[in-house]
């Protein structure tokens, strides 16, 4: 088993229970000095992708899965990291039992360009599934976004 961080649609417990059934929930925390962002755009079907970039002044909320390996074989695929699309990369998370070291997947292209409103709408909500904080959940429902047209 290895630790997972997840930071955008994976908060929501229950679609990472579909996603990686052996991989259970561990806790919550804080990834600080980083920045929640989107990017990759010309890969999205609706707009970039949400990414993480360094950033000393900020901290993103996470949700700390652990990851057996048939799950993460599944996840990988699912992220695109075997595709090369996202790569993983070891972050420390600040819980309330202390630093654990987790990996996260951060896309592989330039930062820029805005998520699609359903697409954020699905961070929120993911956000607000895994008990983050609401004024967390708030300012992501608050981000710039583009219509789908929908």
């Not at 929501?12 to 990686?20: I, L, T, V, Y």
């Not at 360094?54 to 695109?80: G, K, N, W």
């Not at 956000?127 to 300012?139: F, G, L, R, S």
């Amino acid at each position: 088993m290895t630790l997972y961080a997840a930071y955008g649609s994976n908060l929501d417990p229950a679609r990472m229970g579909e996603r990686c059934p052996h991989s259970p929930l561990q806790t919550t925390g804080w990834l600080t000095g980083w920045r929640l962002t989107f990017g990759g755009e010309e890969h999205g079907w609706d707009g970039a992708l949400p990414t993480l970039v360094p950033d000393p002044l900020e901290q993103v909320f996470v949700a700390i899965y652990d990851i057996s390996r048939h799950d993460e074989r599944t996840l990988d695929e699912h992220e695109q990291a075997d595709s090369g699309l996202y790569r993983k990369t070891k972050v420390r998370v600040s819980t309330m039992t202390g630093e654990q070291v987790a990996w996260v997947y951060v896309i592989d292209a330039y930062e820029g360009g805005l998520p699609s409103a359903i697409q954020l709408g699905v961070l929120a909500d993911a956000a607000e599934a895994a008990d983050a904080p609401a004024d967390y959940v708030a300012a992501l429902r608050r981000r710039p976004c583009r219509s789908t047209g929908l």
